[in-house]
Nanobody, 115 residues
Framework: QVQLVESGGGLVQPGGSLRLSCTTSGSIFRIGAMGWYRQPPGKQRELAATITNPDSTIYADSVKGRFTISRDNARNTLYLQMNSLKPEDTAVYYC?????????WGKGTLVTVSA
């Protein structure tokens, strides 16, 4: 079992920055790839970024050049640095991890980009 807890969401103005964190616990040695997905209001969940172990990254076109995904294995933490935020980035952001063929999810953290 793997547990994921997101933090760092909140209200930010357009053009601002936020850093999301995802703390992992449980059978973390089994974790391979990790990622961030997001679900805008009234829309389906979509990929934001993923990172494998070792560190190969994939970004959605909508966040490329503005978001950076990284992981600190010593702290068992996944990060998403979000810069130049836009109102369309407003969403619940979910951390996810793949371990032994099972996809685990956190409960999400809300990011609101508004003036």
């Amino acid at each position: 079992q793997v547990q994921l807890v997101e933090s760092g969401g909140g209200l930010v103005q357009p053009g601002g920055s936020l850093r999301l964190s995802c703390t992992t616990s449980g059978s973390i040695f089994r974790i391979g790839a990790m990622g961030w997905y997001r679900q805008p209001p009234g829309k389906q969940r979509e990929l934001a970024a993923t990172i494998t172990n070792p560190d190969s990254t994939i970004y959605a076109d909508s966040v490329k050049g503005r978001f950076t995904i990284s992981r600190d294995n010593a702290r068992n933490t996944l990060y998403l640095q979000m810069n130049s935020l836009k109102p369309e980035d407003t969403a619940v952001y979910y951390c996810t991890a793949w371990a032994d063929g099972v996809n685990y999810w956190g409960k999400g953290t809300l990011v609101t980009v508004s003036a």
